[in-house]
């Protein structure tokens, strides 16, 4: 099993970044997608996630109305638009994928910062 993010990296405040997640090794869309960000000396919270077949979707109050989840089942890809870009959302991001098994990738970082 794996998962992959990419797209992370440093951007001002007000800007957009989109990351993904490449998940290899089991059935992806039986999973239920998630995105977590864990920020320096905090303990690792969700972000949004996304069911199976990709029709519902979760966030977290601090990030609605600015960040997007979707997926692409075709291929094995979740992702996580974010707009409006705050420092605060400066964070770890990390791909999770849960079902049978609870899969974790190693994260990107995302840095927001003028």
């Known amino acids: 099993v794996q998962l992959v993010e990419s797209g992370g990296g440093l951007v001002q405040p007000g800007g957009s970044l989109r990351l993904s997640c490449a998940a290899s090794?089991?059935?992806?869309?039986?999973?239920?997608m998630s995105w977590y960000r864990q920020a320096p000396g905090k303990e690792r919270e969700l972000a949004a996630n996304i069911g199976g077949a990709g029709r519902s979707t979760n966030y977290a109050d601090s990030v609605k109305g600015r960040f997007t989840i979707s997926r692409d089942n075709a291929k094995n890809t979740v992702y996580l638009q974010m707009n409006s870009l705050k420092p605060e959302d400066t964070a770890v991001y990390y791909c999770?994928?849960?079902?049978?098994?609870?899969?974790w990738g190693r994260g990107t970082q995302v840095t927001v910062s003028s």
């Open positions: 999770n994928a849960k079902a049978r098994g609870d899969y």
């Open positions: 090794g089991f059935t992806f869309s039986s999973y239920i």
